[in-house]
């Protein structure tokens, strides 16, 4: 008999996701465990993004808003973009998903980094679109080697800003001359997710570069900052054009009313975005400057994360972790992804690594 799939989604294995924290504490009988695993926002959800998903738990029976018109109005004035320049996502992962399911065929190619957020390459794959997986240079994106990927039927390049596992990021002189030069026909995705977090000065956000080039993307999400990962609401930017394709592939319903309401309330609540940033930055700080003295080599983080050469197999250091209930990711071989916690948190993960490897902190 014929396959039932494609080679390509014969070759996939379902995404293996950070362990829930209640099922880890069972399997080790420990109570106290923390998760570094999934770059959450340690401080939970904006109060007022609370608030909001209870008063929106009563209307549960009703469909939400196939729009989410109130929720793309608030996110068109918040970022100075007009309404049908926005869309929402179940979670940015759909509408980088989206992407490749509206613009892209067999016929077609897609260019990312590797390593960098693992969904583009699962979609690719999943799609069955030829793609190039460029390797980045000192865990950075290599946009010169990214350009040179490209082909007549080049349709789609993704580039993580700042990257997901390693945490750096391209500057504003090199990501303009990319844009600029790439041939019109490649739409390029600017993925966003960790953008509050950064703090380098040549950092460019994506919405001050749009000018530079008609077939630009960008994607954000709530999952992050905004501390709703389990609510999935992500969302793009782009030209109307562009949007309104992704518009007819998308599924009514993509994004549920609790959601919705959380985000809208979440993106009114600067004070928690604030102090959130201001967190993950002192402690990143803090993490950045220990780490090294177990012999660990970090990369430069923007995110409220930190990647990690840990010299030693990665697997086994997730789990002698485990076992003293500190969650990590092993990303490679000899690498793990850290997410920054509260300086609790981070107190016993340092102390889990001293009694694991001995040394200083
Ligand atoms: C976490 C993450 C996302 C998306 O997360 P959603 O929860 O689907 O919004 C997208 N891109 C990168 C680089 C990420 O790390």
């Known amino acids: 008999m014929a396959s039932l799939v494609t080679p390509e989604i014969e070759s996939l294995t379902p995404y293996e996701a950070g362990k829930p924290i209640e099922e880890v504490a069972r ?10 695993a999934s770059n959450e926002n340690p401080l939970g959800p904006s109060p007022r993004a609370m608030q909001a998903v209870r008063a929106a738990l009563s209307e549960g029976h009703r469909y939400p808003d196939a729009a989410a018109f109130r929720l793309r109005e608030r996110l068109a004035a918040f970022h100075g973009v007009e309404m049908d320049e926005v869309i929402q996502g179940n979670g940015s992962n759909e509408i980088l998903e989206l992407l490749i399911r509206t613009f892209t065929t067999r016929d077609d190619h897609v260019v990312f980094a590797e390593p960098a957020f693992v969904v583009y390459k699962l979609a690719s794959l999943a799609h069955g679109v030829p793609f190039t997986a460029v390797p980045t240079k000192d865990w950075t994106h290599d946009l ?41 026909e490649v739409i390029v995705v600017l993925d966003e997710a960790y953008i509050q977090y950064v703090s380098a000065e040549d950092y460019a956000d994506g919405l001050t570069l749009r000018g530079l080039r008609e077939r630009l993307v960008l994607t954000r999400t709530f999952s992050k900052i905004y501390g709703l990962a389990s609510l999935r609401v992500g969302y793009a930017i782009g030209p109307k054009a562009l949007i309104n394709y992704m518009n007819r592939v998308r599924a009514p319903f993509n994004v549920g009313s609790l959601g919705q309401a959380a985000a809208i309330a979440a993106l009114e609540d600067a004070e928690h975005v604030e102090r959130s940033v201001r967190e993950n930055a002192q402690e990143r700080a803090r993490l950045l400057a220990a780490l090294p003295e177990f012999g660990f080599e970090t990369a430069p983080s923007q995110c409220n994360f930190v ?55």
Request: net charge positive; glycine share 8%; aromatic share 2%.
């Open 307 to 361: 990647f990690c050469g840990v010299k030693r197999p990665a697997r086994e250091l997730f789990n002698a972790l485990l076992q003293r209930g500190v969650i990590i990711r092993p990303v490679g071989p000899e690498h793990v992804r850290i997410t920054v916690g509260t300086p609790r948190e981070n107190d016993r993960l340092l102390s889990a690594l001293k009694e694991e490897l001995g040394g200083r902190p």
């Open 144 to 184: 010169p080697a990214m350009a040179a990927a490209v082909r007549p039927n080049t349709k789609l390049m993704f580039i993580a800003n700042p990257n997901n596992p390693t945490g750096t990021h391209v500057g504003r002189e090199a990501l303009s001359n990319l844009l600029q030069e790439l041939p019109p």
């Open 27 to 36: 399997e080790l009988g420990l109570s106290d465990i923390i998760k570094l």
